[in-house]
């Protein structure tokens, strides 16, 4: 299997919801990412989690809150966003950098509509 | 932190001739280069990537070329297609780092 899934594919949500995005891969990687991205514009990263551990934060507002249960997935769980929360989230993977160069797969992403 | 600048940031050509995008980095501990092609409503997908130790590195209508000194490495592609229409971009990352930088991105019109 060398795809990054992601469901749902789209989510509408209002400002008080509460909802999860998730992401899977079976590709032995080790370090997975949660990605922002607005029309036309590059992937912002959130977070990547190396080792099933959150090694970076990129000063994310705390209404995302990010969550790493084993090796293959990775959830994204959203509460009391904003209508500039909408976006597309999109999820990628890669093997442990640390000295090598490894390549990133994205996932489909989930497009995200707050009302 | 790496800042990473792309242009054009818009390109029309006609089918047949060839683009060139060009990105420039600041960090000069940055040591891998990759570029993705995002299609309308598509996930990025890496096109092809090249590592600091290598000037030039091509996959038949594509090649990138990269200038350590000058810090700015370009994406070339050849005898363009109307399917190589799309946003590409360009991207950053240091050796000990799972961080990309991705530059604004330019989006390849292919006329035919």
């Known amino acids: 299997d060398t795809e990054v899934t992601q469901t749902p594919k789209h989510l509408v949500m209002g400002m008080t919801n509460k909802k999860s995005l998730k992401c899977e891969q079976h590709?032995?990687?080790?370090?997975m990412y949660w990605y922002k991205q607005k029309a036309k514009k590059p992937p912002e990263l959130m977070f990547v989690?190396?080792?099933?551990?959150?090694?970076i934060n990129e000063s994310v507002p705390s209404r995302f809150s990010p969550e790493c249960p084993n090796s293959s997935l990775l959830n994204l769980h959203l509460h009391a966003l904003q209508p500039e929360d909408s976006a597309l989230y999109l999820c990628?993977?890669?093997?442990?950098?640390?000295?090598?160069?490894?390549?990133?797969?994205f996932g489909p992403g989930t497009r995200l509509t707050v009302l | 932190g790496e800042n990473v600048e792309q242009h054009p940031s818009t390109l029309s050509v006609q089918e047949g001739d060839s683009a060139v995008i060009k990105c420039t980095y600041s960090?000069?501990?940055?040591?891998?280069f990759p570029w993705y092609k995002q299609e309308l409503g598509k996930r990025p997908q890496l096109i092809i990537d090249?590592?600091?130790?290598?000037g030039e590195k091509k996959d038949q209508r594509i090649a990138v070329t990269l200038n350590k000194t000058a810090k700015h490495f370009s994406l070339h592609i050849t005898e363009t297609q109307p399917e190589d229409s799309a946003v590409y971009f360009c991207?950053?990352?240091?050796?000990?780092?799972?961080?990309?930088?991705f530059g604004a991105g330019t989006i390849l019109r292919v006329k035919s």
């Open positions: 990628a993977s890669s093997l442990p950098t640390s000295g090598n160069y490894n390549e990133q797969f």
């Open positions: 590709m032995g990687h080790r370090a």
């Open positions: 989690y190396s080792y099933e551990k959150l090694s």
């Open positions: 960090d000069s501990a940055s040591n891998y």
């Open positions: 090249i590592r600091s130790n290598v």
């Open positions: 991207a950053a990352r240091k050796e000990y780092g799972n961080k990309l930088v």
